[in-house]
């Protein structure tokens, strides 16, 4: 590779960096993921998410206004042909405190669920039942995983065609027993960026064939229909991000998010009545990241009002 494709190259890289560290660190600050003190639990699957999340947390707590320490964490299922040596290569050669767990998931999947049907949410119980356990025996604090954004919109998408609910993956929640904290510092992450940052990083990449390689998920189903948007409609994604954080209840039709009831003659609600109203369109999708951007803002609901024009629906 000739020089100035080496410097091309970096320069994309360190574009990237800055990039996807600018979102991990917005999201850790908007959620409050990480704190003083805090042990994190890294799980790190040996796919491009997990390995680009344990990267960009590492580089941050060498510069981070507090102290935090980080173990990085794998399961080991069990799957024919797992190259189990791996992670602790790579994770012994970047000098990072780690923990490898072996439980055969895979011999109890298989046995439970019939030949063709979908692994997955067994996989996911058995998998996310280990990962407690371990985090309470090693005193962690948080536990990390490498969900993205895009995990996110697919997830609301799958819950509106399959499940019938406005639900997507929080940033950040408290496991169901109380006992731990889970935290996706990737949650303002493009997907299309990290498989970039990944590719150009060179990571080891561990493929999953339990259950992540089955075809017809209703997952890879929306993922495809979303990528397809991304290529026909480019904003598209962006926007429907930014509108799962700018929800407006007293316009949805959930009772139990708003009471429809008290509202009378004298009780006007927040954004009123617009029915009637032309509607205001930005020209550029909010939200909206151009490829060649090397600024890379979102653009949010405030900025977007250099942009917007008036545009009467027919």
């Not at 994770?91 to 780690?98: A, D, I, K």
């Not at 993922?223 to 904003?235: I, N, S």
Request: charged share 25%.
């Amino acid at each position: 590779m000739s020089h100035a494709l080496q410097a091309k190259a970096q320069y994309n890289l360190n574009k990237l960096h800055k990039r996807l560290r600018r979102g991990v660190g917005q999201a850790i600050a908007d959620f409050s993921m990480i704190e003083q003190g805090d042990k994190i639990m890294v799980c790190l699957s040996g796919g491009k998410d997990s390995y680009t999340m344990l990267d960009i947390l590492l580089n941050l707590q060498q510069s981070a206004p507090i102290d935090f320490s980080i173990i990085a964490v794998n399961l080991d299922q069990k799957q024919p042909g797992f190259p189990a040596d791996v992670l602790p290569r790579y994770l012994t050669e970047l000098g990072v405190e780690f923990l490898i767990v072996t439980e055969d998931t895979y011999s109890i999947v298989k046995d439970k669920i019939p030949e063709g049907k979908t692994t997955c949410s067994l996989c996911s119980r058995l998998r996310r039942g280990i990962l407690y356990r371990t985090a309470k025996e090693l005193g962690a604090t948080k536990i990390a995983l490498g969900h993205h954004r895009d995990d996110m919109i697919e997830t609301m998408f799958l819950n509106m065609f399959y499940g019938g609910k406005m639900k997507s993956m929080p940033p950040k929640l408290q496991s169901d027993n109380g006992e731990h904290i889970v935290i996706r510092p990737l949650a303002y992450c493009r997907e299309k960026d990290i498989e970039k940052y990944s590719t150009a990083k060179g990571f080891p990449i561990i493929p999953c064939n339990l259950c992540g390689s089955q075809d017809g998920l209703q997952r890879q189903v929306v993922k495809e229909m979303l990528q397809d948007w991304d290529k026909r409609f480019p904003g598209r994604i962006e926007t429907m991000f930014q509108a799962m954080q700018n929800i407006v209840p007293s316009h949805m039709i959930d009772k139990n998010l708003f009471d429809f009831a008290a509202v009378s003659h004298h009780t006007p609600i927040a954004e009123g009545d617009t029915a009637f109203d032309k509607v205001a369109v930005p020209t550029v999708p909010v939200g909206y990241i151009a490829e060649d951007d090397d600024n890379a803002e979102l653009i949010t609901t405030t900025t977007q009002q250099a942009h917007i024009q008036t545009l009467e629906l027919v």
